[in-house]
């Protein structure tokens, strides 16, 4: 069967599935490859977590809380493979719907599952806020009931709670949609009680939240407080915000599509049910988000625990053979933009050339992925290139220094600023590349599964989500940067240690995910030519290839030369402070390197 015959099946499955009665869409998962990926990772994850854990000392209450949280993610992400693999090889429904006329076992385990391990992380990240809120306002009272004896009965007590929620909340779901056995009212009762826990327990962790951090604050401000137990407590209010912030982010998320889910149910009866209906679909979109949040959850709760833990980062840095240091005093050279008229006429050409190819674009066929590539591309860029011209202007009336130096001994917000948009738009540049390479590599070994994932309704998403991550991971990079000259007294080196290992791994794995998907997308086509006994087949697919090469090339060698500066940073970053001086061999080279990369993004 060619590609475009499995495109129409696809169009047509989808077709006929908008007018069938469905409970909610994108409810289970709908990307079986994305899925296994991220599922896998998270295995590898809990392994190494797990195997650090053993190290720690058992009344560390960090080590109890990061166990507990971590068993419990284990089985979801065994279970969610086991489906997925079901999906592709088409046993199980991958559509994401759950639909009316009939009850699919198989999804609702794994959403169980699923369930479990959100909650768990939400419900112990409660009990450990509300262990430091009491340890700061009722010590004995924290002493008596966060007692080392007591603290795994917590978290199982916390464990049974979340069970029985999920449990609870799975088995009202598919007897509601499925059986008529129980009068509506009881549904009623027993759905918006469901839905009152989910909220009460998202309040009660976004309270807890709050109160850990005005009790910390309000005892490191009392006068009596000493210096050394005031940077001691700053460290401490540091380590619940990274810890906790992020679960009450995903609860945001949770919140909201619980909102749509009971929204739906007051508002829309059965026969109505349709996944055309503006309320189901706008609920899809936050069941959509949720669902990304939760492939996230376990790297950023990685990385957020050996950030906020104290046991953690020495374990792991005990295990590396080096050190990083950091200073305010030297400089880093050529950083920024020091050439303000060469700044702004090549800033003023980019608006041109983008208010030229979006007008281009506006001709072409809405459902051409080039055309949405580009224009997801383009309009990312602008805002780029407008704050550029703003800062350049600036530089040239003495407002803004125009060294181009990033000098340690104090932050220089407005050219930070204008490196954040330039980072963004190049990173954006490289993430919608990668996607690109992917549906090009998928389109020849997997064509059905690329339809679905790659479907003209779900590009904006997925786009939509690569742009979201690309500004989650230059944000992270640049507040990081921030903080070590702004704030490096307060703050444990250790921590800022890790949190700068963290970017740069992550930044790694994109750049081996870009190069490898650029040599597999030339591969497969290569092969398809090779293969293909038809002439204008085969002019096809070598057209298929020299777009290929062209519009990914520019964005690998880019990459290339900003992962050389990025060694040369790293060197610096791991040299004695008294040698890091202007004329210093390595800041010298970091510095010629980056503006070759800075001159490679002018013409990207």
């Known amino acids: 069967m060619s590609s475009a015959e499995s495109a129409d099946l696809v169009e047509a499955a989808v077709n006929s599935t908008n007018k069938t009665l469905v409970a909610g869409t994108a409810i289970f998962s709908d990307n079986p490859p994305l899925q296994i990926c991220v599922s896998l990772f998270n295995l590898a994850n809990v392994a190494f977590v797990i195997v650090i854990s053993l190290r720690i000392d058992n009344k560390d209450v960090s080590r109890l809380y990061t166990l507990w949280l971590y068993f419990a993610n284990a089985p979801n992400d065994v279970l969610q493979v086991i489906i997925s693999i079901l999906q592709l090889v088409g046993l199980v429904d991958s559509s994401g719907a759950w639909y009316r006329h009939y009850i699919d076992y198989v999804q609702i385990t794994g959403k169980f599952f699923s369930e479990i391990a959100a909650s768990t992380y939400r419900t112990l990240a409660c009990l450990l806020l509300t262990a430091t809120f009491m340890c700061y306002a009722a010590p004995f009272s924290f002493a008596r009931i966060f007692h080392p004896t007591r603290r795994n009965k917590l978290y199982m007590v916390g464990l049974l709670i979340t069970v029985t929620h999920a449990i609870s909340n799975n088995i009202q779901s598919v007897i509601s949609i499925h059986s008529e056995i129980l009068h509506e009212w009881i549904h009623d009762i027993w759905y918006f009680s469901n839905q009152g826990v989910t909220f009460f327990l998202s309040g009660l962790l976004f309270l807890s939240y709050v109160l850990a951090i005005v009790a910390i604050r309000g005892y490191a401000n009392k006068a009596h407080v000493q210096t050394e137990s005031k940077i001691l407590h700053r460290k401490q209010l540091i380590s619940v915000i990274i810890y906790a912030t992020t679960p009450n982010l995903v609860v945001f998320n949770t919140v909201m599509a619980n909102a749509f889910m009971m929204a739906i149910a007051i508002n829309i009866p059965i026969p109505e049910r349709t996944s055309d209906k503006p309320l189901i679909f706008i609920g899809s979109i936050f069941n959509r988000l949720y669902r990304f949040s939760t492939y996230a959850r376990l790297p950023i709760l990685t990385v957020s625990t050996f950030i906020a833990f104290a046991a953690y980062r020495r374990i792991l840095l005990a295990a590396i053979p080096f050190r990083i240091a950091f200073t305010r005093i030297p400089v880093n050279l050529g950083i920024f933009p020091h050439n303000p008229p060469l700044q702004i006429s090549i800033s003023t050409f980019n608006l041109v050339n983008i208010v030229f190819v979006l007008f281009v674009s506006s001709k072409i066929t809405r459902n051409d992925m080039s055309r949405l590539y580009t224009l997801w591309l383009y309009s990312v860029t602008a805002p780029s290139d407008c704050i550029q011209i703003v800062i350049s202007i600036l530089q040239i009336y003495g407002i803004v220094d125009s060294s181009g130096n990033y000098y340690r001994d104090y932050c220089d917000f407005v050219q930070m600023t204008g490196k954040i948009f330039n980072d963004i738009a190049s990173h954006v540049y490289k993430t919608l590349c990668l996607l690109m390479l992917i549906a090009t590599f998928m389109s020849y070994t997997f064509p059905f599964t690329s339809q679905k994932v790659f479907h003209p309704k779900r590009r904006h998403l997925l786009y939509l989500s690569g742009v979201i991550f690309a500004v989650f991971q230059l944000l992270n990079s640049n507040i990081h940067t921030i903080v070590v000259v702004s ?118």
């Not at 703050?491 to 740069?504: A, K």
């Not at 290839?545 to 791991?574: D, E, K, R």
Request: with cysteine.
């Open 487 to 604: 704030y490096i007294d307060q703050i444990d080196l250790n921590l800022v240690e890790i949190w700068y290992i963290s970017i740069h791994v992550l930044q790694s794995i994109i750049v081996l995910l870009l190069i490898l998907f650029y040599v597999l997308s030339i591969v497969v086509i290569c092969r398809e030519v090779k293969n293909d006994d038809d002439d204008n087949s085969r002019a096809v697919h070598r057209r298929q290839l020299i777009s290929v090469i062209v519009y990914a090339t520019m964005p690998n060698i880019i990459v290339i030369i900003g992962q050389v500066a990025n060694v040369f940073f790293y060197i610096i970053s791991m040299q004695p402070i008294n040698d890091r001086t202007p004329d210093n061999g390595f800041i010298v080279k970091a510095s010629f390197v980056s503006q070759v990369y800075r001159y490679a993004g002018y013409v990207s």
